[in-house]
């Protein structure tokens, strides 16, 4: 522009100064005359003269001599003009010579416009801006095919370019490229070579294309000043020598869930009992992280991001499909992008899902891994009747201890003793079989405590029982589950029964049971002695061996006659009979310790 202004001025003072000459061209009759006389050697000294007196006579009107003079010369001069072709001074060949060419020139100039109206104009701008941006054709045309203006940093970019004329064999196309980050920092300018497409058309523009693996040190190195690790990556392409616009693409992180955590709050009839929870899942390895929920439990899973994606349109079929129906989003904030999500549900049946974010340029994670929650339901108790051990014989008198206990994973809310025996009115001799039975419960705990016991003394005397008679012992249990106004159903234990026999009856077995005591007390006695006899001919380890089994069969013994024992005092056996058994309970007693 600085060249071409000052040009065009030069121009247009040029042709002003032309025309004005052309349009002030008005000679007088002298210089024609002079003119002539020039063209006319014969017409010398007369003619400028004759027609100077004839055009000015009066001014050579007086004295008379003078005006003869120059009538004698204008005379002189008309004489010499005969046969004179005066109009040979103007001749049009010239001009019209000048008009021919220049009609040439426009007509010529007309039809190179019409027929290349482009080019005509590029030349006129180059004559008049030279150092301006309008250039000649270029031999070769390349094209970007570039459409991504948003790209995910952890793919390749595929870069594409078309060449159209100017395409020959074994042509090289490149792209060149650099990293920029959001405070303007940029990397050093790096190129890649292209490769040809195989198989395209010869008349289509050959197409030429490139997976662009970005470096991650590149990035690194564009993000190091940056203040919002914003990037992006700026390609042009170049063939020959034409060169495409530099493009510019945003490169973006994949939207990512950084941490996945699952928070529990114990369902209403566990409070107390368990404790909330958390469990992170994103710590977990393998393809499926999991976790373990009581049913009936609020459950949140929490899903904090790499950055905030979009949510007004969020729902938890697009982020998390395998949730329940009833499954509910919930956001920390207002506005309509949010880094931080939580799902939240009431624990069911076990769920799986995956989870799918989508940011505001459409990027979606590529993660595949499974969440799973798994169901845990609410187990039954177990209840225990820990004594009576088994069933026993018993006198109508006897005082049965009766310890029992329950366990629950979460809670037992009640534990109670039940008896079964017959319905019997006082002075009624049937026999137990053929009478109606009634079923009372006698004790009861209540509570809610992972492990409940109860402890009641059975005092059969309450009860007009007569010999055959059968009470039958039962613990029921109950847990704490209760949900949607269901209950589990009480367990019970296994029964033990307590059979009712006349004092001489108890008085056998008492016996019988004290006789098989003194017999193991005379064998232990006599393997002792044996033992003492070989004690020099065995070897210690083994002699220390036989002693400790022996050991061992005495305590057992002691055991069963400590127990007897027991067995008098609940029973409440009569003094007439109970002093013979005690003494040979203390006979049994003395036999064990002397062995």
């Known amino acids: ?87 040979r001074l103007v001749s049009p060949a010239r001009t019209v010579r000048s008009v021919a060419k220049m009609s040439v020139i426009v007509l010529l100039a007309a039809g190179i416009i019409f027929a290349a109206p482009a080019q005509s104009a590029l030349a006129l701008q180059r004559w008049f801006a030279p150092l301006g941006a309008a250039a000649w054709p270029k031999r070769t045309d390349v094209q970007s095919e570039l459409r991504a203006t948003v790209w995910p940093t952890d793919a390749p970019l595929p870069l594409a370019a078309a060449v159209g004329h100017g395409y020959h064999e074994q042509m090289r196309v490149e792209a060149h490229y650099r990293i920029v980050a959001d405070d303007g920092a940029a990397t050093r300018w790096s190129r890649v070579l292209m490769n040809e497409h195989a198989g395209q058309s010869a008349v289509a523009p050959a197409r030429f294309e490139r997976l662009l693996d970005i470096p991650e040190t590149l990035l690194l190195a564009a993000t190091a000043s940056a203040t919002t690790g914003d990037r992006s990556i700026e390609v042009y392409f170049t063939a020959g020598d034409d060169r495409t616009e530099t493009q510019t693409v945003r490169l973006i992180d994949r939207p990512s869930a950084r941490t996945v955590e699952i928070y529990t709050q114990p369902p209403a009839y566990a409070r107390g009992l368990v404790r909330p929870e958390q469990v992170s899942l994103h710590d977990q390895p393998g393809q499926i992280a999991a976790a373990t929920v009581l049913v009936g439990s609020p459950v949140r899973l929490v899903l904090r991001l790499n950055k905030p994606i979009p949510t007004s349109e969020l729902d938890v079929e697009t982020l998390a499909p395998g949730l329940p129906a009833d499954a509910v989003i919930e956001l920390e904030g207002a506005g309509p992008n949010h880094a931080t999500l939580a799902v939240a549900w009431t624990m069911r049946d076990t769920v799986q899902t995956s989870i799918v974010l989508t940011d505001a340029h459409g990027l979606t994670n590529l993660s595949d891994r499974q969440y799973r929650v798994e169901a845990t339901r609410d187990k039954l108790p177990t209840v225990t009747l820990l004594a009576p051990e088994a069933d026993e014989s018993v006198l109508a008198t006897a005082v049965v201890p009766v310890d029992a206990m329950a366990q629950d994973d979460i809670g037992v809310a009640a534990l109670s003793l039940e008896s079964d025996r017959p319905q019997r009115a006082e002075g009624d001799d049937l026999p137990g079989d053929n009478l109606p039975r009634t079923i009372e419960t006698l004790d009861e705990q209540v509570g809610r405590q992972p492990r409940m016991t109860l402890d009641h003394a059975l005092d059969l005397s309450a009860y007009p029982l007569r010999p055959g008679d059968k009470v039958v012992l039962t613990d029921i249990a109950r847990d704490v589950y209760r949900l949607d106004d269901k209950r589990s159903e009480p367990v019970r234990s296994n029964p033990r029964t307590l059979r009712n026999i006349d004092e001489s009856s108890f008085v056998g077995l008492i016996r019988t049971e004290l006789a098989g005591v003194r017999q193991q007390a005379d064998r232990i006695e006599s393997q002792q002695q044996t033992l003492r006899e070989q004690a020099d001919e065995l070897d210690p380890a083994k002699a220390a061996e036989h002693q400790q089994r022996l050991s061992q069969r005495i305590e057992r013994q002691a055991e069963q006659v400590q127990q007897l024992g027991e067995r008098f005092e609940l029973n409440r056996l009569s003094q007439d009979r109970a002093g013979p058994l005690n003494d040979m309970l203390r006979q049994a007693e003395q036999l064990l310790d002397q062995a």
């Open 1 to 87: 522009l600085a060249i071409a202004l000052p040009a065009a001025v030069v121009l247009v003072f040029w042709l002003v100064r032309r025309m004005a000459r052309a349009a002030g061209f008005s000679p007088d009759l002298a210089t024609l005359a002079l003119r002539a006389e020039r063209a006319f050697p014969h017409l010398t000294g007369a003619l400028a003269s004759g027609v100077e007196f004839a055009t000015h006579a009066a001014d050579y009107a007086n004295p008379a001599h003078t005006h003869a003079l120059a009538q004698a010369s204008v005379a002189d001069a008309e004489s010499k003009l005969e046969g004179v072709a005066i109009g």
